[in-house]
């Protein structure tokens, strides 16, 4: 199956962002295929590359970039939400790329399913 | 037609795609930013031909009350852009009669032309949906 997800919440503030990527981790596992990961309000915050928890913590940030580049997964930030939260490309971690919200219309229309996860 | 001509026509309507979007709103109008970044997304799906609907229930009803007044927030009132969905073909607005009642709003008291729909309507429409997107 085809999958979109959609994540509005940020990274540490909100399980949404945890949720999401344990989501797409296991979706994966079980040979589905994740169209795109659209980021939306504070989700943006997901991609910036200046985060840096505590060591004993999980990288939320490193987590994405990790699983694009073993799957190719199109992680797209929205770049009027990312320019609300001062998320630009000088701080785009890598794998992360930003686009408009016609992205995350496109995803509901090309994927068999789209997952919000959110507040 | 010539054949080509078919080819073409028939290839157009496979990528016009058209799938029922229903846009979830929950949340008061103000204190989060939650209805306003939803309404941007409702306004660019809009220019992608999908049948979409708005869904207003729980404090999400606020969201289409008349008389907002937002200057003491120093927040921009966007209640107008609810008038203006019409125009970009966004007609199917559903409020869910319970979040009225509990909130004490009657119908006369919203900004648009909305269809006020019961919980189990509400859920019945959601059914229909292909994508639902809740803010």
Redesign the interface.
């Known amino acids: 199956m085809k999958i979109g997800l ?1 994540i ?1 919440e940020g990274p540490y503030n909100h399980q949404a962002a945890d949720t999401a990527y344990q989501f797409a981790r296991a979706a994966l596992a079980k040979g589905h295929e994740v169209q795109r990961v659209f980021f ?2 504070d989700g943006v915050n997901n991609a910036s590359k200046l985060t840096e928890p505590p060591q004993d913590d999980r990288h939320i940030v490193n987590r994405w970039s990790k699983l694009a580049e073993e799957h190719g997964t199109d992680l797209v930030v929205c770049v ?2 990312g320019l609300r939260r001062g998320l630009v490309d000088d701080n785009l971690a890598p794998g992360f790329r930003i686009s ?3 992205q ?3 995803t ?2 090309e994927s068999d399913r ?1 997952v ?1 996860f ?2 | 037609m010539s054949q080509v001509e078919e080819e073409t026509a028939v290839e157009a309507e496979v990528q016009a795609v058209v799938k029922k979007f229903m846009f979830v709103n929950r949340k008061a109008p103000y204190g989060t930013i939650y209805a306003l970044e939803g309404l941007e997304v409702v306004l660019i799906s809009a220019a992608f031909d999908q049948d979409v609907s708005l869904a207003f229930l729980d404090d999400g009803v606020y969201q289409l009350l008349k008389g907002q007044q937002t200057k003491a927030l120093e927040v921009k009132n966007f209640s107008p852009t609810y008038r203006a969905l019409e125009g970009y073909d966004v007609e199917k607005l559903y409020v869910e009669r319970e979040s009225l009642e509990a909130r004490g709003i009657r119908e006369d008291q919203l900004l648009v032309p909305v269809q006020v729909v019961s919980a189990k309507e509400m859920a019945e429409l959601m059914e229909q949906q292909d994508v639902i997107i809740g803010f």
Do not use: K, P
């Open positions: 959609l509005n939306y309000n009027a939400a408009g919200l016609g995350l219309v496109e509901g229309i789209l919000v959110g507040d």
